[in-house]
């Protein structure tokens, strides 16, 4: 089943690309909540929240490049996640958004933060859910993110699974099979017992992004340390790579807005022990070669961003953490009448008078 909403779809040109932002009709005097989505999908995923939201808010999604209706251009990965960054900013300027609240979930809460980073008086709350650590995806320890290897090894392009990306690429796989994107969501997305509504739209949001070295999942370059394989210079996951992404400067913005983190009890991504996580699978077993934990340990995601919100904290913000029981990567989904009552509680708390 189809997500039937009065959504308006808007083709924003801008000068770096043709960014595409949907939002609910009738809100357009509201104060404008922009959602971010993760690596994997695009802004459908966010329309069951935007509906529930108050009416006073302009709930907007916009598709970041390759992904949804945006254009599809290359990411510069050694840019970490300022492409991305870069094209909301130019779409907010193109709408004439002079001040935001921000949502972002996975990787798009990293784009959030590298929003505030480079245009903190913009934004008027923060709100990230289940978001990728400060420091990358994959290839390191730590609360401070430091790398396992010099060249982030076990990280970036090279990470996803070859059968996953071809089925994402068009590739006919079984609904059913290991690898197909219905069993990606339904096993790693959610968690038990979620009831599949609006399934097919999520699932055809995961194909439509662009596939390739360029995009999802990007490029990689051999490495001699286990896993074998480190980041190249392209591409989404290698924006996510340690030895690209950096939002340690985040602690110290000026104008500090409000956090909120929320994450689900049960995430499988973004977690201590990720199933995405190379680290982490060949502990399991998974991968061979696996060197142990004493050389490769399962990267601690959720202390990494705890670590950094409490140095964000020590220099005169706010940040709370919010733990939604039973729930797993896709709160809004999942959970979305006590998503959306703890977002609006935040909105309201941090709107001008």
Known sequence: MSVELDIAVHSVVTDRLTVCVRELHG????????????????????????????????????????????DTAPVDATRGLADFADDVRAALDALGLAQVHLVGWSMGGGVVMQLVIDDPSRVLSVTVVNPVSPYGFGGTTGADGRLLSPDGAGSGGGIANAQFVAALNGEDVPEDAPTSPETAFRTLYVAPGWDGEHEETYIASMLSIAVGPDNYPGD?????TWPGMAPGARGVLNALAPTHLDLSAFA????????????????????????????????????????????????????????????????????????????????????????????????????PA
């Open 27 to 70: 809100r357009e005097d509201g104060w404008p909540v922009i959602f971010l989505h993760d690596e994997l999908t695009s802004s459908p995923l966010f329309f069951k929240a935007m509906q529930a939201m108050p009416g006073q808010y302009r709930p907007m999604a916009v598709d970041l490049r390759g992904y949804g209706g945006t």
């Open 220 to 224: 990689w370059v051999e490495s001699s």
């Open 252 to 351: 110290d913005v000026d104008p500090q807005p409000p956090v909120l983190w929320l994450r689900g009890e049960l995430d499988k991504i973004v977690s201590d022990n990720s199933m995405f996580d190379l680290s982490q699978l060949g502990a399991l077993g998974v991968l061979p070669g696996y060197p142990g934990a004493d050389i490769a340990p399962p990267q601690p995601m959720l202390a990494q961003t705890r670590s950094l919100l409490a140095a964000y904290a020590w220099s005169g913000g706010t940040y709370r953490e919010v733990v939604l029981p039973g729930v797993g990567h896709s709160p809004h989904i999942e959970a979305t009448e006590e998503f959306c009552a703890l977002l609006s509680d935040h909105l309201a708390a941090n709107v």
